[in-house]
């Protein structure tokens, strides 16, 4: 402003005879130069003034609603579990909780989050109707939430209110931050639980210290549900298959599991199968008592490769299956039929004659391979011509190779490897099957009587089971170690028998069926006597005797699996190899030994998707059981796929971990037009159980002064129940900031200046002012003025004296 006013300098007056004629024009002339530099003033002063108030941040203070102003943060859970699917009960859980924040004084900062398992926070942003267009307004999460979609999964309660406090005072942090308040590690909080009136998700103990973090917090809890009437309750607990990677033309078990969770009688239902949407059989399912279960089967072939949904669900014809939740009256499991995968089995050098089969032939001829010299011409042309007879050969393909063949083998090809006779290894070689197991692949030993029994206890004790040397006996026979001695039975009467697993094994459990499998004719003469690991918490005993011998231990290694097994595949030791139960443990042995490798269609709630694919930065979609689609993009990943060789690696993974909605979730190539892969997550059954009280475990948590218990039977007033909230006092300055407004407004007066500062220059100086300025003073020529032109003489006006 200083050299504004310097600008306005006294001028030396020069007396000329003629200015009587310019005096009027040149007062005009001064009347708008003092105008241009009032505005050119007051555009300066502008400017000062709206960067003084954008460095300032004042904030505008709108008038409060009615009602209890200054609430603290506050806390919306929904639970979103599958019980509160039966009846429409979300719907009530919904209202409420739209009603909760309707009550809300205009300006109470809002988080909504629900609270299955994990918790989700329903709109990403904090809601507050003070703050600036960037922020989520009240009427957008209201929106948001009116049109969420329940997951129906599980919930851990006490789990999930404690993660969203701590995710919630991060945010009230940084809102604070933006709107310039004050903020305190002991700032008070109210947590609402909105749930129905079941005891589904609370998981004992409950706690209030457990829950919120800090003792300012309160919690209230709203059963915005009314008790449910005795009603009967189906549900499909479980839908499983004997195997869930097969081979094409391949026939596999499919089981389900049904159960009664309500307090009366089920009525007569059928079950219906499904193949990839088709039926292919039904079930009737009988009456069932209240926690009476029911377990049913069924036989299918898969004729095409890729992955195939078998669903199970009761049929709701005439309304006989309808009960309070009809979400859980189906449930799903994927198989994945593939081509061959490369099997390695490890066997000893052969005898001299080589003419009875060994026990790599009776491998193979259990996978319908066959790999044996001894096999006829005839079964040799069937194999290798004949479609229709190789209909029966199993997924694994045995390459055989003997001990001293494995120097430059490639390990990562095989997902599963069978050591036989457990004959002694090299040390480099045995240091990559170790380092193959812990990476995932599976690992089958069986001993003989060849087998050095102290080398392979020194490797399961330092290598397998990871228990000290320290710990065995220093005795030089080893019966204390976890190989011990050859047991023989010499009479027919001592010949021992298998016991069949149980039918609920989760992976021996087809082998049970004693009425469709010879496993009780087996009979074992001699076998090795084995002692399980003590201690050992992921080893257990796979199949033993009647007399509780173990035959097979099960034990884990890394990502990967080992099974330990007292029996060559050797008729001489018992005709097991002989029987039809020999086959089926085979399979069911070699699909346990390689599922850490393989890709995994059937998921628990929760856990991630991974899928290997060829190209990165691929686009896919994923389309959700609830019908919602998601873009994933395939990103670069090491590694291969188990029907791929090591020159053809898969180059990408897809992945996705938002799996907590149970049911069925496809992904397509958005590019082109390939089969969809399937993959399904399964629900959590103790959720569907709602007949539990639990009047007794929030009465015993409500006790605690920070908690709050409200239940629609008894009636909730909300209004009354906010009143009683007391202020905040610690939220110190707010209002709207200005500062966005004044910083636009500094850029006007900026362009305003520029164009004010301008045009005075060009009246000025400028063309503008050609007309009135001295021509001699200017330049120009003398002979110009001598001769001017016509249009510049000027001419006077009527009645003026010339």
């Not at 506050?74 to 739209?98: C, E, H, N, P």
């Not at 269609?601 to 899928?611: C, D, E, T």
Request: proline share 7%; with cysteine; aromatic share 6%.
């Amino acid at each position: 402003m200083v050299i504004h006013m310097m600008k306005k300098r006294q001028r030396d007056v020069i007396a000329w005879g003629a200015m009587q004629f310019l005096r009027d024009p040149t007062r005009r002339g001064q009347r708008i130069s003092q105008t241009d530099r009032w505005l050119l003033l007051a555009a300066r002063v502008l400017i000062l003034g709206c960067l003084i108030g954008a460095l300032s941040q004042p904030l505008f203070h709108a008038t409060r609603s009615s009602g209890v102003a200054g609430l603290p943060m506050q806390v919306i859970l929904i639970d979103d579990t599958r019980s509160t699917l039966a009846d429409g009960r979300f719907d009530q859980i919904r209202r409420t909780a739209d009603q909760l924040m309707g009550s809300f004084p205009t300006d109470t900062p809002i988080e909504i989050w629900a609270v299955g398992n994990p918790p989700r926070r329903i709109i990403d942003e904090v809601t507050d109707n003070r703050s600036d267009a960037t922020n989520i307004t009240l009427s957008q999460i209201r929106s948001s939430l009116s049109d969420y979609r329940p997951r129906g999964g599980s919930g851990n309660f006490t789990d999930a209110v404690h993660r969203v406090v701590v995710a919630s005072v991060e945010a009230d942090k940084s809102r604070r931050e933006l709107h310039n308040e004050d903020f305190a590690v002991d700032t008070p909080m109210d947590v609402w639980l909105i749930t129905d009136d079941t005891a589904a998700g609370w998981n004992p103990p409950l706690s209030a210290s457990a829950m919120l973090p800090d003792p300012n917090h309160r919690l209230h809890i709203i059963q915005a549900c009314k008790p449910i009437p005795p009603l009967h309750q189906w549900c499909v607990t479980s839908v499983e298959s004997s195997r869930r990677t097969i081979t094409t033309n391949d026939t596999i078990e499919v089981s389900a599991t049904i159960a009664n969770l309500g307090t009366r009688p089920s009525p007569k239902v059928t079950g219906v199968w499904k193949q990839n949407g088709r039926p292919v059989a039904e079930t009737p399912v009988k009456t069932l008592q209240p926690d009476e279960q029911l377990s049913l089967q069924t036989e299918t072939t898969v004729l095409s490769a890729g992955t195939h949904d078998f669903t199970f669900e009761l049929k709701p014809g005439g309304g006989a299956a309808s009960d309070s939740m009809p979400d859980d009256d189906s449930g799903h499991v994927v198989i994945n039929a593939v081509g061959e995968m490369p099997l390695l089995v490890i066997r000893g050098p052969r005898g001299p004659f080589n003419q009875s089969p060994s026990a790599a032939d009776f491998l193979a001829a259990a996978l319908g391979r066959n790999s044996g010299a001894w096999a006829s011409a005839a079964n040799d042309m069937a194999s290798d011509g004949d479609a229709n007879n190789r209909r029966n050969e199993s997924l694994f393909h045995p390459e055989v190779y003997s001990a001293a063949e494995l120097d430059d083998l490639d390990w990562r090809r095989y997902p599963a490897i069978v050591w036989l006779g457990g004959v002694e290894l090299p040390s480099k070689v045995l240091n990559r099957l170790i380092n193959r197991v812990r990476q995932g692949a599976g690992l089958w030993i069986t001993l003989d009587s060849k087998t050095d029994r102290e080398s392979m206890n020194d490797v399961l004790h330092k290598r397998v089971f990871n228990i000290p040397t320290e710990a065995r006996s220093k005795s030089d026979d080893g019966t204390n170690g976890i190989i011990g001695e050859l047991v023989i039975n010499y009479s027919h009467d001592q010949l021992q028998r298998l016991h069949p697993p149980e039918p609920t094994d989760p992976i021996l459990s087809p082998l049970s069926d004693t009425e469709r499998l010879d496993l009780d004719l087996v009979r074992i003469r001699r076998r090795i006597d084995l002692h399980p690991p003590r201690g050992h918490a992921s080893s257990r005993v796979l199949l033993r005797t009647f007399e509780g011998n173990p035959v097979a231990i099960l034990s884990g290694l890394g990502r990967g699996r080992v099974v330990l097994q007292a029996l060559p595949m050797d008729p001489s030791w018992s005709n097991f190899a002989l029987s039809k139960s020999f086959v089926v443990w085979v399979l069911q042995v070699l699909d346990h030994l390689s599922q850490p490798v393989g890709e995994n269609y059937n998921l628990a709630s929760g856990q991630m998707f991974r899928k290997n694919v060829k190209e990165i930065d691929h686009e896919y979609e994923l389309t959700t059981p609830t019908g919602q689609t998601e873009v994933l993009i395939a990103l670069p990943q090491l590694g291969q796929s188990l029907n791929q060789s090591h020159a053809d690696q898969s180059a990408g993974v897809v992945r996705f971990d938002r799996t907590d909605q149970p049911g069925l979730y496809r992904l397509q190539d958005s590019d082109e037009d390939t089969e969809s892969i399937v993959f399904s997550v399964a629900g959590d059954p103790s959720e569907s159980a709602l007949f539990v009280d639990s009047a007794e475990t929030l009465t015993r948590l409500a006790d605690t002064p920070r908690v709050n218990l409200y239940r629609q039977s008894t009636g909730i007033e909300l209004q009354s129940i906010i009143t009683s909230i007391p202020e905040d006092q610690s939220r110190g300055r707010s209002g709207t900031p200005l500062w966005p407004a004044l910083l636009i407004g500094l850029m006007i007066a900026i362009s305003l200046e520029t164009f004010l500062a301008g045009y005075a220059a060009l009246r000025r100086y400028g063309r503008l002012r050609n007309r009135d300025v001295d021509p001699i003073a200017m330049g120009t020529h003398r002979s110009d003025l001598h001769s001017p032109s016509q249009p510049d003489i000027p001419r006077p006006p009527k009645g003026s004296l010339v």
